[in-house]
């Protein structure tokens, strides 16, 4: 892992779509845990956006909802895809280099 999850970070508008995990990814590992909970709770989103993004539903509706969607639409990625490509640097990772003789 190359940053430290934060607790309570801000958004961007979207979150990333590429293919690997961003570094935005780790910073949002939290994010992304609120946002799978509050979806297995049935929370209402624009209380999940006010309080997990702080993003305000009232005064930027259409905004706040692709944000929304957005950042839950990774987090559901992470549960499906993501976790695999951790698992795997996390393997790689824990592999000693064999050391070169010279």
């Known amino acids: 892992m190359r940053v430290r999850p934060e607790l309570d970070p801000d958004v961007d508008d979207l979150a990333p779509t590429e293919p690997e995990i961003t570094i935005y990814d780790e ?3 939290v994010t992304y845990m609120r946002l799978l909970d509050a979806e297995a709770d049935r929370a209402d989103w624009t209380e999940v956006a006010r309080i997990v993004l702080h993003r305000d539903p009232v005064t930027d509706a259409e ?20 976790y695999r490509k951790i698992l795997e640097q996390a393997a790689v990772e824990a592999c000693p280099t064999p050391k070169e003789h010279t």
């Open 27 to 29: 910073a949002h590992f």
């Open 63 to 82: 905004r706040t909802r692709r944000c929304w969607e957005s950042h839950l639409s990774r987090a559901q990625w992470m549960t499906k895809i993501g």
